[in-house]
């Protein structure tokens, strides 16, 4: 990977600071990321509390004022503003403080919750999703208020510890806390530069809707011998579920699905095309035999403009060595669609549901629970605070940003839109592949240190725009 | 369940020891129960190993001679002999010591390894699969020797410890025997009584193809919004394979898979449909809310006559609480296919194995590890041997037997009649609804000591026919 060029920040005093706080801002990121604040589990809620604490903390010392570690009815929200930046710009700053679950565990080179640098990548789990922002966040800010004084805007914080976990509570924490969470616009940290490390803007998100399906059969377990034939099994049953649910091509085969999608116009396949991408490379890195998707389409345009549907998880019956020869009395899978403008996450939901119920045999049965979703998100490249965001990551980077669509989802994305009537710029630093949601994650130290920054400088072309 | 009429036997003396006895007769069923010889885990070999010794102990105690634990290379074999009654047919008794995992273990009323008594059902792991009839022949075995001093016949006894474990090593142990395997034929018990506890003589098995299908995406778990859409899904793939496997009206699709299956006659028909059988309390009994099976036959038709392909146990990515948002890197199914005559095991590997190739997606890899097989079989009703045990069953249960096909599989039973040269007679006293291999397996006490006069009864029966 190309190492990123830094240019040389005209603020040196600020530049100097930040060359002198190296050692201490390294320890308090890997302070950060030593917190198994796993959101989705729930053991691990206290540890997403001690998350939610140090952050606290830390924005208290970087010169942030009133600084709350609010409840939500589930993992706390982390609130802090600085406001005295009479006549600038107001912006609202997002950022996540809990993480994927670790496992398997055993397939990393080293404990997840134990932060390591090696080669110039810091290696734990939340170290590029999303805990680097955090840190990079409290960082800029500190610098800036510690040389100057004070902040260039006026910033509203919102910490969240759910992210990870589908945000349920935050929707609620955001109406409650409409009154002061009023802002120009929002800034969301959770997205990654291009691969290569290619410096970009992410302009569209991805929405979500997750579930479990339930199968079941017989009340035990049953001797594949004795009843084998004379009904029927679940874990049969729940593959022949799966299998309607997405053509061998790779389409997803649920009548109305992509009924909502935003076709793609020639401007924005000509913006796909100009991105740098090479398929045969991306197709080696991840080790597998071919790269699959829904015809018509190229693999950036599955990736940021198609709505998909995937297995997360499966299991049933007999997973331990050797022959056990049973009918399994249930079979589970956990089932997830990812979802582009101007899908709905309530609709899709509904008409997979509603297919599942055509399809599922009615020689077994079956439930689903819902486990969270988001809707999907879509911001204008010419918005100026956009155009802000690409001048400092210019001036810091050396490069001008590409425009991307992003595959993942942040909920909170459209959240903001809807409950706070805000526009969102995605301002993120992680790399492309940092093995996100699996072992190893990583983050590349110098775009953290350079991301740094970015972010100030940020703050130094937003107080140039106009309030609206 | 009705009681079973226990008819008294003309031996006082024997009936007289098997009184005296009783007590010391359940604490070695016991006993043998506690050793939990889970032959398909390998961390389990040492208590499969103390079987095998308390087996050989046991049948030293009964009287019988040349006792031995014998190597196979696997779990061992206890071989032990009684070779003076002259002119007298020899009968090879083939049981097995060793048991299914006892997975999922909370969902047992007891500890599966802690045997408990309980309105004359015995709750264990192995009660009825098949440690009652290790017992059962020592016992019968004891008394006829401890009242009389001979056995009306002579006997070699063969107990396995794989049998659960597909038998890898017992054909290679029995080739290696051959010589001091000689006998007229093989009385192989390990099969049950008819639903409603009817006595029943097992006249086929069904033959068994086990494999584990395995599908490798990704090297490692992927997020699925980052790559979703880009790659292919193997838990997708996996369930697209499974469900190409199998109509979802029950049948096989793989092609050729019932070309070998010998067809009903109308006298098969005839002996099915005059089997007692009431389809809802059966399909209660279950808990499932239909029965499900291949069109075109009765329910006893399929299990008894039919081959089968059911998935064992599915797994795949992640399988904890919440929503992870992954795209596994691989998923795994235990696929087993059960047979009747006259399939080949090894043909039927090799069909679906190149229906595998054939519909598994270019987009993912797979491997197919074979996990054990066996041929079915089928003995004729009127075989001399068969109408003995029919004639000792009515003379100490009261009721002449049903002849039935189990659906299950005992691949000894091809073994001995390939390797050997022996007819078999299945003579097994287990309840049809034991819930072998499930939680809560459980053993009828009367049909144990009721069995035990039968199997005496029997080699008196078999002392009067002539030998080969």
Request: charged share 20%; glycine share 8%; aromatic share 8%.
């Amino acid at each position: 990977m190309p190492d990123v060029v830094s240019v040389p920040d005209p603020d040196t005093s600020l530049e100097r600071f930040l060359e002198a706080t190296k050692d201490a801002r390294l320890d308090s990121y890997k302070a950060l990321l030593r917190i198994p604040s796993i959101s989705g589990i729930p053991a691990h809620a206290a540890d997403c509390r001690a998350a939610a604490e140090f952050v606290a903390a830390d924005l208290r010392t970087a010169g942030m004022e009133h600084v709350e570690v609010s409840e939500t009815g589930g993992h706390p929200v982390v609130y802090a503003d600085w406001l005295h930046a009479t006549g600038k710009p107001t912006v609202l700053v997002y950022c996540h403080y809990d993480v994927q679950p670790a496992d398997p565990v055993d397939l990393w080179d080293s404990p997840p919750f134990v932060p390591v640098v090696k080669e110039g990548l810091m290696l734990a789990r939340g170290s590029s999703d999303c805990k680097c922002h955090v840190s990079m966040h409290a960082r800029a800010i500190e610098a800036l208020i510690k040389t100057r004084g004070s902040l260039p805007v006026n910033l509203r914080v919102v910490i969240e510890g759910e992210e990870e976990a589908s945000s349920v509570h935050l929707d609620g924490w955001l109406a409650a806390n409409r009154d002061r969470l009023k802002a120009d616009f929002a800034v969301i940290s959770d997205t990654s530069f291009f691969e290569g490390n290619l410096p970009a803007i992410t302009v569209a998100l991805r929405g979500l809707v997750y579930f479990q399906l339930d199968v079941t059969g017989s009340d035990v377990d049953l001797h594949s011998g004795v009843y084998g034939g004379a009904v029927d099994n679940p874990a049969n049953a729940l593959c022949q579920i799966v299998a309607a649910l997405k053509g061998p091509d790779g389409r997803v085969s649920v009548p109305g699905f992509y009924d909502d999608v935003a076709p793609l116009t020639a401007l924005d396949k000509q913006a796909f095309a100009s991105l740098p991408f090479d398929e045969e490379a991306y197709t080696e890195s991840l080790g597998v035999p071919a790269l699959f998707g829904e015809p018509g389409f190229t693999t950036l345009e599955r990736l940021g403009a198609r709505p998909t549907l995937d297995v997360d998880g499966i299991w049933g019956g007999f997973e331990g060595e050797g022959p056990k020869t049973i009918i399994p009395a249930h079979a589970h899978a956990k089932i997830s669609c990812r979802l582009v403008a101007n899908q709905d996450s309530e609709r899709i939901f509904q008409l997979v549901a509603d297919y599942i119920a055509k399809v599922a045999p009615k020689t077994v049965r079956y439930t689903i629970q819902r486990l969270g979703d988001g809707n999907p998100s879509l911001t204008a490249i010419d918005n100026p605070a956009t155009q802000a965001a690409a001048r400092a990551i210019e001036a810091t980077f050396g490069a001008a940003p590409l425009y991307i669509r992003e595959g993942g989802s942040v909920p909170v994305c459209a959240s903001f839109e809807s409950i706070l009537g805000l526009t969102t710029v995605l301002l993120g630093f992680a790399p492309a592949d940092g093995r996100f949601h699996a072992p190893n994650e990583w983050m590349w130290m110098s775009n953290y240190e350079t991301g740094i920054r970015a972010i100030a400088r940020y703050w130094d072309e937003v107080s140039k725009l106009s309030t609206r």
